[in-house]
């Protein structure tokens, strides 16, 4: 899938993410963050609607309201969580000829592995809430969103949307 439901610009504008992170390293991030963990949560069928609605330019007509209101108010904010977890440990190490490197600035110095994942946890906490907030808006309106259930013919194309809320373990004490 090489459409995105929030760009690099938005995840930086909406976050900590600084502007001089590489936009090479924070796609990488969205594009984990959309096709592995969004996925898990909404289903291919479902994704694959959104997707096929925002890259299609249709996703604000009246008719795709329901879904309009998905991007806009969830996903987006989901996304936007979701990927600073998933960028925190690559823009801090680099895998190289030489092995596994931790990439530091003469002006900046480098933090922990340890305290990178204390930072990762904090993310993965909001990035559960809005997972959260996303299943109980589809549980909601799962009218309004026939891809929830899949009804493939064939039983194993595609995964259906996960509704079941997410404990979060994740607490910051």
Do not use: H
């Not at 013919?153 to 809320?165: E, H």
Request: proline fraction near 2%; hydrophobic fraction near 35%.
């Amino acid at each position: 899938m090489n459409y995105f439901l929030i760009d690099v610009d938005s995840v930086k504008a909406s976050s900590i993410v600084n502007y001089n992170v590489n936009d090479e390293d924070c796609g990488y991030a969205i594009r984990e963050a959309q096709n592995t963990y969004l996925r898990d949560i909404l289903g291919d069928a479902l994704l694959d609607k959104c997707v096929e609605l925002a890259s299609g330019g249709t996703l604000d007509y009246p008719e795709n309201a329901a879904y309009a209101e998905l991007v806009d108010k969830y996903i987006y904010e989901y996304l936007s969580a979701q990927a600073q977890v998933c960028l925190l440990v690559p823009i801090s190490f680099k895998i190289r000829n030489i092995g596994v490197s931790q990439d530091s600035d003469t002006n900046v110095t480098a933090e922990s592995l340890e305290n990178i994942e204390k930072l990762q946890s904090y993310w993965k906490t909001v990035s559960i809430d809005k997972a959260n907030r996303m299943r109980c808006f589809l549980k909601e309106n799962e009218a309004s969103f026939p891809e929830i259930k899949n009804n493939c013919s064939c039983g194993g194309c595609k995964k259906g949307a996960d509704l079941k809320l997410e404990a979060n373990t994740n607490l910051m004490l």
